[in-house]
């Protein structure tokens, strides 16, 4: 499964972004779908994940309420739609499928190209 992340760019503190991951695989609509991020010096991190249907979605504590995840099945795509950005937001963000949100969040099965956010203060 080939995942490919874009959307990405500069943004002033407080402004907003969309992000769009499309896959190459049909059967997308299968598999929970996520978005990680990386800052420079840290860790990899869970940003949101969604389940197949849509009906679950999981949000780390440092972006719940201002990002909303979402995915469109039938054009094999999710979105992270970023509000109210903040410089501490800035990383690259990549999107990632797994079985289900638990296994996603453990350790994505695939993977794709990143791109980066930064965040003006």
């Known amino acids: 499964v080939q995942l490919q992340a874009s959307g990405g760019g500069l943004v002033q503190a407080g402004g907003s972004l969309r992000l769009s991951c499309a896959s190459s695989?049909?059967?997308?609509?299968?598999?929970?779908m996520g978005w990680f991020r990386q800052a420079p010096g840290k860790e990899r991190e869970i940003v949101s994940a969604i389940n197949w249907s849509g009906s679950s979605t999981f949000y780390a504590d440092s972006v719940r309420a201002r990002f909303t995840i979402s995915r469109a099945n039938v054009k094999n795509m999710v979105y992270l739609q970023m509000n109210s950005l903040k410089p501490e937001d800035t990383a690259v963000y990549y999107c990632?499928?797994?079985?289900?949100?638990?296994?996603?969040?453990?350790?994505?099965?695939?993977r794709g190209q990143g791109t980066q956010v930064t965040v003006s203060s």
């Open positions: 990632a499928l797994d079985d289900t949100i638990t296994e996603l969040i453990k350790s994505p099965r695939y």
């Open positions: 695989e049909r059967t997308v609509v299968d598999y929970a």
